[in-house]
């Protein structure tokens, strides 16, 4: 039986931080741009939809084209 192979590790060395990115200020940011325009110059729904399909679409190429790592 051979002896196991170890990994040296450097006890230095900083941790990687693996906590999730924090996007609550550009959520907070784009709503409030969102309830400006709305206050200010109403809903175009043909306008709206249209944008919120091309969001949802981009959404689906980027999780698929970045395999899901969101």
Do not use: C, N, Q
């Not at 940011?29 to 709206?48: D, K, N, P, Q, T």
Request: net charge positive.
């Amino acid at each position: 039986m051979t002896a196991r192979h170890s990994i040296e590790h450097d006890p230095h060395e900083p941790k990687i931080d693996r906590r999730p990115e924090s996007f609550r200020l550009i959520f907070a940011l784009l709503a409030f741009a969102w309830f400006g325009m709305i206050y200010a110059y109403g809903v175009e729904w043909r306008s709206a939809v249209i944008g919120g399909a091309t969001g949802m679409m981009f959404m689906l190429w980027a999780s698929v084209r970045f395999k899901h790592l969101w």
